[in-house]
């Protein structure tokens, strides 16, 4: 499933959706001999900053030889920024379905009292880790949607400073 969220959660049955490269073109970023051929660009959000910074380093270092991959990135970080904020949102209202469920799971075991069995008892606890893996999937939507509203700050100073 394509998206803006890590492999772990697109594994695990995550979101869908997210902004590739138009028409599937690579964009290339040239610098010398360099060549850097991307794909796709929801993978900036999976590198670590200081290697996305180097890579736009070397982009904006020939800035004349790379006017269409910037112009690609320009256009890609805010609607990135908007596809991780509807993956925040989406996140969470799995979350708010995971722990309702969760609840109704334990009151209806609370009801048996002692009497419960273990297949309730069971489905409890499986309800319980499902709720935890939803918490989790929301922190990390939440972080990724951090890490792209940095990328694109450090973005538009690069930029600047490229301009002048």
């Not at 959660?9 to 051929?37: C, E, F, H, M, W």
């Not at 890579?55 to 020939?62: E, I, N, S, V």
């Not at 069995?117 to 880790?129: E, F, G, I, W, Y």
């Not at 940095?150 to 600047?160: C, D, G, K, Y």
Request: proline share 3%; with cysteine.
């Amino acid at each position: 499933m394509p998206g803006l969220l890590p492999r772990a959660i697109r594994r695990s049955g995550g979101l869908q959706g997210g902004v590739t490269v138009p028409d599937k073109q690579p964009i290339t970023i040239k610098n010398g001999t360099y060549v850097a051929n991307i794909h796709d660009l929801n993978r900036l959000l999976e590198w670590t900053l200081k290697n996305t910074c180097d890579l736009w380093k070397t982009m904006f270092g020939a800035a004349d030889e790379n006017a269409e991959a910037i112009r690609v990135i320009r256009e890609w970080l805010p609607n990135a920024i908007k596809q991780t904020a509807d993956d925040v949102i989406a996140c969470l209202e799995a979350l708010r379905e995971e722990r309702s469920k969760a609840e109704a799971l334990r009151r209806n075991a609370a009801a048996f009292g002692s009497a419960v069995t273990k297949v309730q008892l069971s489905a409890c606890k499986k309800a319980l880790r499902r709720v935890k893996s939803a918490d989790e999937n929301v922190r990390v939507a939440a972080a990724t949607q951090q890490k792209a509203k940095r990328l694109q700050e450090i973005f538009t100073e690069m930029a600047v400073k490229a301009e002048n």
